[in-house]
């Protein structure tokens, strides 16, 4: 399984940007966009309450990257981007960034605010930037704190990528990038294209499906060939968001992998691709997809050549992958082709107030003798907070209708799943346990007669049988947590209020 991701968290206020999967699985996640801080209200993210001592002359933390502005954002607001060290991204407000951008560590506060009056044309003191400096850059970790501890929250983002484990470290990928990038040229993209369709014909033209999958199930070893093939397409598959990235003028991180919902997934870091164009960033999401057909001509090649019928399940199973691939409502390839259209970095962080806005509306009265609460007090950071009467999210009308829709589509195919998972979990683990002790009875009685090879490929059945079992246990366990947390910070919110 791949996935893609990218990471991210929003300035003042925005959410975090998940790694597309980080653009993290191929999280391609964008390690995805979730809020570490709220945009009507200023939490500090470290949990750590009190004042923030600005200092003298701010300067932004290590390793910080302005990314610039988010082209084809479905925000209603510009949104600016900024990448920490980590990786994790930051959404900004315009005036936000032009903050971090004056902070060089040679201005003090006055200047900044002179300089920020000069490039917004709007009237900036001293004051106002030590209050955005203190409430919502510090927190996030964009400026650097004086006493050499600055804070480092990262975006919580849903169905994300766990127990990440680095492959290729970023400066290999870099170079493999910077060699596949030239299968990104328009012409090539056409010929390899027309290439793929005349090579699907003559192979399922000319050969069986069905006498392929029962030679490959008939002998144990070459099943083992069959899963070395398909790991084979999934890197290849992360080269391809990779060479997609560099191709556009970003620049990929590492590829890894991990755990993702009940399978082990692959991803590459493409974070960096939100510098790009809506153009360059949806080229990102379906180099994945693109590889893939690009490693079906290396098999259907390999096939010609040796005409060993086992090449074509994995030219099938390839297929399939692409096609899984496009799905929406998880964090795979499909999910941020949706994200990209619609210009909102983390769609699961939009589902509930999109949900919420899709419900009829009771009409607030103000009771008599009493002001009506104003709802357009500006604030120094540029915000306003919400009007009820305001578009749910901050989203432009395209925007908002691509995430109501999906929204409207994951939520019940997401419950539905849950539920199954959960019903199903007594009979999976009791089945599992079955097979996998079958197979490895298999894999002892082989080992006793001299069948070596056959004997691991009965070890790896009993590994790939013994994964979905593992992951449903996985993903019960994050909910548990998740669910844990939620209850947590609802008696501490009580007992605040």
Not at 335 to 357: H, Q, T, W
Request: glycine share 8%.
């Amino acid at each position: 399984m791949t996935e893609s991701t990218r990471s991210s968290t929003r300035p003042t206020t925005m959410p975090p940007v998940p790694s597309k999967p980080d653009r993290t699985p191929d999280l391609t996640d964008i390690t995805g966009v979730t809020d570490i801080t709220g945009v009507t209200g200023v939490t500090d993210p470290t949990g750590v309450p009190g004042p923030t001592e600005v200092p003298a002359r701010p300067s932004r933390a290590d390793g910080l990257a302005l990314l610039g502005e988010f082209t084809g954002s479905g925000l209603a607001r510009p949104v600016f981007l900024a990448r920490r060290a980590d990786g994790q991204v930051v959404a900004l407000t315009e005036l936000l960034a032009h903050i971090l951008e004056a902070a060089d560590g040679a201005r003090d506060v006055a200047a900044i605010a002179d300089r920020v009056t000069v490039v917004c044309a709007r009237r900036m003191s001293g004051a106002d930037v030590a209050y955005l400096v203190a409430d919502r850059l510090m927190p996030l970790g964009l400026i650097a704190s004086e006493n050499g501890v600055t804070p480092a929250p990262r975006a919580k983002a849903l169905f994300t990528l766990a127990a990440r484990h680095t492959l290729l470290p970023a400066p290999a990928v870099h170079r493999v990038s910077r060699v596949f990038a030239m299968l990104f040229r328009p012409a090539a993209v056409a010929l390899l294209l027309a290439l793929l369709v005349v090579t699907d014909v003559w192979t399922f033209g000319r050969h069986s499906v069905r006498d392929s999958a029962a030679e490959v199930l008939a002998t144990p070893a070459l099943i083992l060939v069959v899963v070395g093939l398909a790991l084979a397409g999934a890197l290849f598959h992360e080269c391809g968001h990779a060479a997609a990235c560099h191709y556009g003028g970003a620049r990929p991180g590492v590829i890894g992998f991990g755990m993702y919902l009940v399978w082990p997934a692959f991803f590459t870091d493409v974070t960096d691709s939100y510098r790009l164009s809506r153009l360059g960033r949806l080229r990102t999401d379906l180099g994945g997809i693109y590889f893939n057909g690009l490693f079906v001509l290396l098999l259907a090649g390999a096939l010609a050549l040796t005409h060993a019928g086992v090449l074509v399940t994995a030219v099938v199973l390839v297929h399939l992958d692409a096609m899984r691939q496009l799905a929406p409502f998880v964090r795979l390839d499909g999910y941020y082709i949706v994200s990209d259209l619609a210009g909102v970095p983390d769609l699961f962080n939009r589902m509930g107030p999109a949900l919420r806005a899709t419900l009829p509306r009771r009409r607030n009265r103000v009771p008599r003798g009493r002001p009506a609460r104003s709802a357009g007090r500006s604030r120094p950071d540029g915000l306003t907070p919400p009007d009820i009467r305001s578009r749910p999210d901050g989203l432009t009308r395209p925007a908002r209708i691509v995430v109501t829709a999906w929204a409207l589509l994951a939520a019940p195919l997401i419950l539905v799943n849950l539920v199954v998972l959960m019903v199903s979990v007594p009979f999976v683990l009791t089945r599992t346990t079955r097979a996998m002790w079958d197979y490895l009875g298999l894999a002892g009685r082989a080992t006793r007669d001299g069948k070596l090879v056959t004997a691991f490929a009965e070890v790896v059945s009993a590994l790939l049988v013994a994964l979905p079992a593992g992951g449903m246990l996985f993903v019960l366990f994050l909910l548990a947590r998740g669910v844990l947390r939620a209850v947590r910070a609802h008696r501490e919110g009580c007992r605040r209020g």
